[in-house]
């Protein structure tokens, strides 16, 4: 009942900065939680960084201090700032969207990031 759409990804070089967004469209008052995932080829899809409607926020270890999310309820929009990217934060992210009544998951397609010179 929710559609996420992701933007923003893209090339960038090593110690650059990327900021994603997610839009959502549908339930959106349903929403109690919204992140970011992002899975390398041959890898697990692991979790970056979570927002929840009660005003907490999660992040890897391996984003923390270099990763920010936020959310524009008015847009219904959450973003995922990147800065001093590294190789390694080369994957696909993809935005995810956890409603409740009823309970149910909700992926976007993803978006492509990668961190090169």
């Known amino acids: 009942q929710v559609q996420l759409v992701e933007s923003g990804g893209g090339l960038v070089q090593p110690g650059g900065s990327l900021r994603l967004s997610c839009s959502a469209t549908?339930?959106?008052?349903?929403?109690?939680?919204m992140g970011w995932y992002r899975q390398a080829p041959g890898q697990q899809r692991e979790l970056v960084a979570t927002?929840?409607?009660?005003?907490?926020?999660n992040y890897a270890s391996s984003v923390k201090g270099r990763a920010t999310i936020s959310r524009d309820n008015a847009k219904n929009t959450v973003y995922l700032q990147m800065n001093s990217l590294k190789p390694e934060d080369t994957a696909e992210y993809y935005c995810?969207?956890?409603?409740?009544?009823?309970?149910?998951?909700?992926w976007g397609q993803g978006t492509q990031v990668t961190v090169s010179s």
């Open positions: 995810n969207a956890r409603l409740i009544l009823p309970t149910v998951e909700y």
């Open positions: 549908g339930s959106t008052n349903r929403i109690y939680s």
């Open positions: 927002f929840t409607v009660l005003g907490g926020t």
